[in-house]
């Protein structure tokens, strides 16, 4: 191993040691050798160095100042830069909390939307079949009450002015009406005009008239659902329809009585009350103690 | 005496103007800073050897600049400008460690 790399050694010296051993710039001491050797052969005498020395000590103090100046710019932008890298991640993290966050608030709201859905979902099956049911009853009732069509076995007597110019008078008609319902009639119509609860056989002028219909005339058709084996003979087992009978008797009305396994009787129309109000006085009661208008 | 001085002025100016780098000059900036630092602590130890000279210190520091910013864009050119980067800054750490070393030795004694 030589003492000092020489020009030849520098290939095989390791880099690492190469680099340490060279840390200082070779100029310098390549210069110092130039000088050394000047002032041996000028003698002790340096004529000149001084001034160029001085410049140069001047240009020396300038780079060190642009040194100065580098670092403390590099310093400036480096820490502005992080200052805004610093800024942009924090800024990131906040908007990821709050996203999330707000993630996690539409995932609650969704949940709590299913399930309202599915409640809602639920009283609407409810709702359903409660209409369903109402409908059913409402059709059921609307038949009894004689605002619904209903069909059955009958029997349709048919009532005509006698001969000799007697006419049947509406009390003649009512008393039949009667007479039927309390021979177990469940439905009647009279020239296919149905009787309802609110029906009211009279006569105006000559004429019969059933309230609310146009008037009726002869031969009256009596069309009553029942049970048709012993409808008739109910009938005159009942105080009115015997006093039918005989008044049709006495008068010679033409009655014919026809026993029918089919019988179609249409709605009467539906005419809402225009005074009664629903419910009694109790339930109409308002929470604030006033009762509703009628 | 006088490049303390001047080492002040340049710091001072940085502060006061703080002057903004071009964009396209920002990634060379560190290395160009560490090269600078190299030739800064060469001419410290070649001062404190006896043998500082104006003449060297100045191309030096300019040439290791203008060196470690133009290998750091040809790394860049070629993709490899980070690591280039590491192995210019390894160098020169190397070399700023041991002038320091002898620096120290000189004022110490140690």
């Given amino acids: ?294 | 005496m006088i490049a303390a001085l001047g080492l002040l002025v340049g710091i001072v100016l940085g502060v006061v103007f703080q002057p903004d780098i071009p964009l396209w000059l920002e990634p060379y900036l560190p290395i160009a800073v560490v090269a600078a630092l190299d030739a800064v602590f060469g001419g410290l130890r070649a001062y404190l050897d006896g043998i500082f000279d104006d003449k060297v210190f100045v191309v030096s520091f300019i040439s290791n600049v203008v060196i470690a910013a133009a290998i750091v864009f040809l790394g860049d050119k070629l993709g490899v400008g980070g690591q280039l980067s590491t192995g210019v800054i390894v160098v020169l750490g190397i070399r700023i460690f041991s002038n320091v070393a002898a620096i120290r030795r000189h004022i110490f004694h140690a």
């Fill in chain 1, 1 to 294: 191993m030589p003492d000092a790399p020489t020009v030849p050694d520098r290939a095989r010296t390791p880099l690492l040691t190469l680099i340490t051993q060279e840390s200082l710039d070779e100029d310098y001491q390549h210069v110092a050798e130039q000088r050394a050797a000047a002032r041996a052969r000028q003698g002790v005498e340096d004529h000149g160095a001084g001034g160029s020395g001085r410049r140069g000590h001047w240009v020396a103090a300038a780079v060190v100042a642009a040194f100065g100046m580098l670092v403390t710019v590099a310093a400036v932008q480096t820490s502005e830069g992080s200052g805004v890298a610093d800024a942009n991640r924090e800024s990131l993290l906040h908007q990821i909390d709050q996203r999330r966050d707000q993630s996690a608030q539409l995932q609650g709201r969704i949940l709590r939307l299913s399930e309202r859905n599915v409640g809602l979902q639920d009283a609407l099956n409810e709702v359903t079949d409660a209409e369903r049911t109402t409908a059913n009853r409402v059709d059921r009732l609307a038949a009894q009450a004689g605002y619904g069509p209903v069909r059955g076995p009958g029997i349709v007597i048919t009532v005509d002015d006698a001969p000799n110019g007697e006419a049947v008078r509406a009390e003649d008609l009512a008393l039949l009406a009667n007479g039927l319902w309390a021979a177990g009639a469940e439905a009647i119509a009279i020239n296919d005009r149905r009787l309802t609860a609110r029906s009211a056989i009279f006569n105006s002028g000559a004429a019969i008239n059933i309230r609310f219909t146009p008037p009726l005339s002869p031969p009256y058709v009596v069309s009553a659902i029942g049970d048709n084996k012993a409808l008739e003979a109910n009938l005159l087992d009942t105080s009115t329809g015997l006093a039918f009978s005989n008044a049709a008797d006495a008068l010679g009305f033409q009655v014919t009585t026809d026993r029918r396994d089919e019988i179609d009787l249409p709605a009467a129309e539906l005419r809402p009350p225009h005074d009664a109000v629903m419910g009694t006085a109790e339930e109409n009661r308002r929470p604030d103690g006033k009762e509703t208008a009628p």
